[in-house]
């Protein structure tokens, strides 16, 4: 028998993109309401803008290294996917999305659409709100180019005749204040009836730039917006305290190396040349784009519009089943385990859980890791108000939260200044665990509880993304729980899990393990499946592993929302894989994790998981995975997380070899929305 040629993996990157197309695909769907399909355009923005901000810096920097795989011709076919990406949005935002609004009485207008009307106020509102707070920079020796902030909007603008003191400086940049919207909602009386009207912020300065210039001519302007370099870089090893090294570092970020330059497609070439040499960025790093600059601030606009109906219905998520609304969850948690799948049922459970905790007087002691919980948190005012209740309060708060460092910096001072233990993980390393513990005095002993999930503290979000969370009482598994704190805060050297999986140390070992038992029972002719759903699947070992176990004859499915790297359906190497990817209306985030390797009981496993199969979530993070034990709970996750989703005919897509989707079908089934008309609360 011959050994199968080593299967070349896809582009990470690329990967990346191709995601982000199928959230854009949202966008043409006819099934999904209006303002929702601008909402899918608004989220690739945010998406290329974290893409180039982060992945595509460490692309950059990784291409200065030999040896790294990352040479120009990789970086020009990135650059190329990106800007193709780019292009589709836009023309989807004014070829089909706009046309729609307007259908729908939901207007953009520019300048020249503008009725005499609607001009006199736009004028009066520019006056009033807009010019005090603009001053442009007239370039010359004494006024060198200004600090351009990360994702800010600003102008560029060629001027004409000479300035007040009779030189013939041309160049005057214009930096638009983050304060101001971007997204202004025209009043009633100068609007038809029945009509909504919007004018964004630059074409209002567009349509007033003269007069910030008096006395001169604009030659040629463009609204412009440069994407910075912004992952915080600490050394962690070279500081004494991280939290002022990172507090220190956030005021600097807005200024990091440039990466990314948006001009309008009218900009004269002059200028985006000018912009370039001043960024010092190459040509593939200019955006044209046709339309404004930054499509995130689109979301103002869905904010302000009235009509439901173009709106996803509101969802309200039902008490979950599984636990009691009335007496004590202490009480039926000594009893039974307890599986949570948000958002279809309500995160509300998980508040009343700590708040429980927080008043109960038996309750000594409150451990919990707090990765992203938002600026404002129910969650941590109840941690507050343990302490103030004498409570011991250990928290674990990762700084280096990409993008939330300044909430979870501002929470920690607070935790601290009411008398909490607040530690920050491990030098190095993200805690991306999430993890509850309480302990609570019953009688004679002490007993443990334990909140384990896949996704944030964060109620908002907790009703947006899918998660499972899972409360439980079990001695074993709580006490493993007890010792990531335990270790977490002391650095001390641990007893190894019972049941709970670690990362950086046990978890990709035992799924490596899993792999291999299921590889050799498909070589043995018994029955062997993997089921896997993450958000991305990057890391090489793992994915080679399931290669292996493919090519032995394993049955493999993979439920991959983002990344993947693994080509399936290669004839003779990859031909037992299958892999989709599920984009709808909530943000797929649950982690589960099947294996079978025989036909008894005994012969599978399915975990549930904080951390995705990327190698940064194995080898360094602090991550999580858990069995699922009970038999009614592990058939539920099945039932609930894994079959609807490989059943998906309506929000799911299918990987070809080369890394590109095809949507299954545009009718059928909706794991979504089975799920939400399962669990909606009853009104």
Same mark, same amino acid.
């Given at each position: 028998?011959?050994?199968?040629?080593?299967?070349?993996?896809?582009?990470?990157?690329?990967?990346?993109?191709?995601?982000?197309?199928?959230?854009?695909?949202?966008?043409?769907?006819?099934?999904?309401?209006?303002?929702?399909?601008?909402?899918?355009?608004?989220?690739?923005?945010?998406?290329?803008?974290?893409?180039?901000?982060?992945?595509?810096?460490?692309?950059?920097?990784?291409?200065?290294?030999?040896?790294?795989?990352?040479?120009?011709?990789?970086?020009?076919?990135?650059?190329?996917?990106?800007?193709?990406?780019?292009?589709?949005?836009?023309?989807?935002?004014?070829?089909?999305?706009?046309?729609?609004?307007?259908?729908?009485?939901?207007?953009?207008?520019?300048?020249?659409?503008?009725?005499?009307?609607?001009?006199?106020?736009?004028?009066?509102?520019?006056?009033?709100?807009?010019?005090?707070?603009?001053?442009?920079?007239?370039?010359?020796?004494?006024?060198?180019?200004?600090?351009?902030?990360?994702?800010?909007?600003?102008?560029?603008?060629?001027?004409?005749?000479?300035?007040?003191?009779?030189?013939?400086?041309?160049?005057?940049?214009?930096?638009?204040?983050?304060?101001?919207?971007?997204?202004?909602?025209?009043?009633?009386?100068?609007?038809?009836?029945?009509?909504?009207?919007?004018?964004?912020?630059?074409?209002?300065?567009?349509?007033?730039?003269?007069?910030?210039?008096?006395?001169?001519?604009?030659?040629?302007?463009?609204?412009?917006?440069?994407?910075?370099?912004?992952?915080?870089?600490?050394?962690?090893?070279?500081?004494?305290?991280?939290?002022?090294?990172?507090?220190?570092?956030?005021?600097?970020?807005?200024?990091?190396?440039?990466?990314?330059?948006?001009?309008?497609?009218?900009?004269?070439?002059?200028?985006?040349?000018?912009?370039?040499?001043?960024?010092?960025?190459?040509?593939?790093?200019?955006?044209?784009?046709?339309?404004?600059?930054?499509?995130?601030?689109?979301?103002?606009?869905?904010?302000?519009?009235?009509?439901?109906?173009?709106?996803?219905?509101?969802?309200?998520?039902?008490?979950?089943?599984?636990?009691?609304?009335?007496?004590?969850?202490?009480?039926?948690?000594?009893?039974?385990?307890?599986?949570?799948?948000?958002?279809?049922?309500?995160?509300?459970?998980?508040?009343?859980?700590?708040?429980?905790?927080?008043?109960?007087?038996?309750?000594?002691?409150?451990?919990?890791?707090?990765?992203?919980?938002?600026?404002?948190?129910?969650?941590?005012?109840?941690?507050?108000? %343990?302490? $103030?209740?004498?409570?011991? #309060? /250990?928290? =674990?708060?990762? !700084?280096?939260?990409?993008?939330?460092?300044? &909430?979870? +910096?501002?929470?920690?001072?607070?935790?601290?200044?009411?008398?909490?233990?607040?530690?920050?993980?491990?030098?190095?390393?993200?805690?991306?665990?999430?993890?509850?513990?309480?302990?609570?005095?019953?009688?004679?002993?002490?007993?443990?509880?334990?909140?384990?999930?896949?996704?944030?503290?964060?109620?908002?979000?907790?009703?947006?993304?899918?998660?499972?969370?899972?409360?439980?009482?079990?001695?074993?598994?709580?006490?493993?729980?007890?010792?990531?704190?335990?270790?977490?805060?002391?650095?001390?050297?641990?007893?190894?899990?019972?049941?709970?999986?670690?990362?950086?140390?046990?978890?990709?070992?035992?799924?490596?393990?899993?792999?291999?038992?299921?590889?050799?029972?498909?070589? %043995?002719? $018994?029955?062997?499946?993997? #089921? /896997?759903? =993450?958000?991305? !699947?990057?890391?090489?070992?793992?994915?080679? &592993?399931? +290669?292996?176990?493919?090519?032995?004859?394993?049955?493999?499915?993979?439920?991959?929302?983002?990344?993947?790297?693994?080509?399936?359906?290669?004839?003779?190497?990859?031909?037992?894989?299958?892999?989709?990817?599920?984009?709808?209306?909530?943000?797929?985030?649950?982690?589960?994790?099947?294996?079978?390797?025989?036909?008894?009981?005994?012969?599978?496993?399915?975990?549930?998981?904080?951390?995705?199969?990327?190698?940064?979530?194995?080898?360094?993070?602090?991550?999580?995975?858990?069995?699922?034990?009970?038999?009614?709970?592990?058939?539920?996750?099945?039932?609930?997380?894994?079959?609807?989703?490989?059943?998906?005919?309506?929000?799911?897509?299918?990987?070809?070899?080369?890394?590109?989707?095809?949507?299954?079908?545009?009718?059928?089934?909706?794991?979504?929305?089975? !799920?939400?008309?399962?669990?909606?609360?009853?009104?």
């Amino acid at each position: 028998m011959s050994v199968p040629a080593r299967v070349q993996l896809l582009s990470r990157e690329q990967a990346i993109l191709e995601f982000n197309r199928r959230v854009l695909a949202q966008a043409r769907r006819e099934d999904v309401p209006l303002l929702e399909r601008l909402r899918y355009i608004c989220i690739v923005s945010s998406n290329l803008d974290e893409f180039f901000e982060v992945r595509y810096a460490d692309v950059l920097e990784a291409s200065r290294v030999r040896g790294t795989g990352i040479d120009r011709s990789y970086l020009e076919a990135v650059a190329k996917a990106s800007h193709e990406l780019v292009e589709e949005q836009y023309t989807i935002l004014n070829e089909e999305v706009a046309p729609a609004l307007r259908q729908a009485g939901i207007q953009i207008l520019n300048h020249a659409d503008r009725t005499a009307a609607q001009r006199e106020w736009v004028a009066g509102f520019f006056r009033r709100q807009v010019q005090p707070l603009l001053v442009p920079i007239g370039l010359d020796p004494s006024h060198p180019f200004p600090q351009v902030a990360n994702k800010t909007l600003n102008f560029v603008v060629k001027l004409g005749g000479r300035d007040a003191f009779g030189r013939d400086n041309d160049i005057a940049i214009v930096r638009i204040p983050r304060v101001l919207p971007r997204v202004i909602k025209l009043p009633a009386h100068v609007v038809e009836p029945g009509q909504q009207a919007f004018v964004l912020l630059s074409s209002v300065i567009r349509a007033h730039l003269d007069e910030l210039f008096p006395g001169r001519e604009i030659l040629s302007f463009s609204q412009f917006r440069l994407t910075r370099d912004s992952d915080l870089d600490v050394d962690e090893d070279d500081v004494a305290d991280l939290r002022e090294a990172l507090r220190s570092k956030m005021s600097t970020r807005q200024f990091g190396q440039a990466i990314r330059l948006e001009v309008v497609r009218s900009c004269h070439e002059d200028l985006s040349n000018f912009l370039l040499e001043q960024f010092s960025l190459p040509r593939q790093a200019l955006f044209e784009v046709n339309g404004p600059v930054n499509l995130v601030r689109l979301t103002q606009l869905i904010d302000q519009a009235e009509g439901d109906h173009l709106r996803f219905p509101a969802y309200q998520a039902g008490w979950p089943e599984s636990l009691p609304q009335s007496g004590s969850m202490f009480e039926h948690l000594r009893h039974h385990d307890c599986l949570l799948h948000h958002p279809f049922e309500s995160f509300d459970a998980v508040v009343a859980f700590l708040r429980e905790a927080v008043n109960d007087p038996n309750v000594l002691a409150i451990k919990q890791t707090i990765y992203r919980t938002g600026s404002e948190s129910v969650l941590m005012e109840l941690l507050l108000e %343990a302490v $103030r209740r004498g409570k011991e #309060v /250990l928290a =674990v708060v990762e !700084l280096k939260a990409r993008f939330d460092e300044e &909430a979870n +910096i501002n929470w920690a001072e607070r935790l601290e200044a009411v008398g909490a233990q607040v530690v920050y993980g491990i030098v190095g390393m993200k805690t991306h665990a999430k993890m509850m513990l309480v302990t609570r005095r019953e009688g004679a002993r002490l007993r443990r509880y334990a909140h384990l999930s896949t996704g944030n503290y964060n109620p908002k979000t907790a009703r947006l993304y899918t998660d499972v969370g899972y409360l439980t009482s079990q001695p074993d598994l709580t006490a493993d729980v007890d010792r990531v704190f335990h270790q977490l805060a002391s650095l001390a050297q641990i007893r190894s899990s019972r049941q709970l999986l670690l990362a950086p140390y046990s978890m990709q070992r035992q799924m490596l393990r899993f792999i291999e038992r299921v590889a050799q029972s498909a070589k %043995a002719g $018994r029955p062997a499946r993997i #089921v /896997l759903k =993450v958000n991305s !699947l990057t890391d090489e070992p793992l994915v080679r &592993a399931l +290669i292996a176990a493919g090519q032995a004859g394993a049955s493999i499915d993979l439920v991959v929302r983002g990344a993947c790297i693994l080509p399936p359906g290669i004839p003779g190497q990859t031909e037992n894989i299958r892999v989709r990817s599920v984009v709808g209306q909530m943000l797929e985030h649950t982690r589960v994790l099947y294996f079978r390797w025989g036909e008894g009981d005994h012969e599978e496993a399915l975990y549930l998981s904080s951390a995705d199969w990327m190698n940064r979530n194995m080898t360094r993070r602090i991550e999580a995975a858990w069995p699922v034990r009970d038999g009614a709970l592990r058939q539920r996750v099945i039932d609930e997380c894994l079959v609807p989703y490989l059943l998906d005919g309506r929000d799911a897509w299918v990987q070809s070899p080369d890394g590109r989707y095809e949507r299954v079908a545009q009718t059928g089934l909706s794991a979504q929305q089975a !799920l939400m008309d399962r669990y909606r609360a009853a009104v």
